[in-house]
Every structure is written in C-alpha cells, then in structure tokens.
C-alpha cells in the first residue's frame, strides 16, 4: 500500500471525478541545439510507445504528437494515478537555414530524437577570389 502526505491530494481527486477528467495537462519537456551541420532536438516521452508518435512537416512547422495510455486495466479501482495520461502535442518553428526534407527521427529510454540536417544553401562556403596580376594582364592588353 502506498502512503501519501500531500494534504491536497483529496482535493485533486474530488476535482477530477466532478470534471470527468482523469488527464492532467503536462508539457512535452524539450531541449534543442545546434551540433555540427545537424539541428538536434530531444523531447522527453517516457512510456510513450514508439507506434502513437507522430511527426509531421509543413512550411516549415514541425508537428509532434504523442499519446500516452494508462497501464491501468479499466476496471482496476486507481489509488493513486500522477502520471498524465492523453495526447501530447508540441509545435516547432524551424527557420528556412534546416533541410526539413531529410529528419531523421529515433525513439529509445522515453526520449524522442531528431535530427534535422542545415540546409546546404546556409552552411558557410569558402569563397574563391581572383584577381592580381592575370587581371592586370587582361585590362593592359
């Protein structure tokens, strides 16, 4: 049996049987940077499995979707359920530098992995410059 200290546990539970809701609002927690020519993107899923997960592009907006279900049989009596059950979803703006058309996407430990590759347009590029004596030559003659 498990015990609880928290003096406003009986609020919440009441909250959630007069609302009919068993979900509680969560974030899809994120970190992002920025590692060599990849953009890097981890968001944190634990218990989520790999095949409710959805990814999506659109001009340029990455769309994650997630659902996480209860372990719970449906007919089991929940003592204590903290863990937010639902969809998850979490929208990114990613600036026109990421070539969105080739994500690679990878799921392992509850975090998703994306790795979006810069665009080659944006990556920096070594210009060549002419010009010295060959020049010269050319405007003399």
Do not use: C
Request: hydrophobic fraction near 35%.
């Amino acid at each position: 049996m498990l015990m609880r200290t928290d003096p406003f546990h009986e609020f919440d539970r009441l909250a959630q049987q007069v609302l009919g809701s068993t979900t509680r609002p969560s974030a899809m927690a994120m970190d992002a940077y920025r590692s060599g020519d990849d953009f890097v993107v981890h968001f944190d899923l634990p218990g989520v499995d790999p095949e409710s997960i959805e990814l999506d592009v659109e001009r340029n907006v990455l769309n994650v979707r997630a659902e996480r279900r209860s372990p719970a049989p449906e007919d089991a009596e929940l003592l204590v359920a903290e863990r937010p059950t639902g969809a998850f979803t979490r929208q990114l703006f990613l600036g026109e530098t990421l070539d969105t058309e080739r994500i690679d996407a990878s799921y392992g430990a509850g975090v998703l992995t994306l790795r979006i590759p810069v665009a080659e347009q944006a990556k920096p590029r070594r210009i060549q410059i002419t010009g010295g004596d060959s020049d010269r030559k050319q405007l003399n003659s």
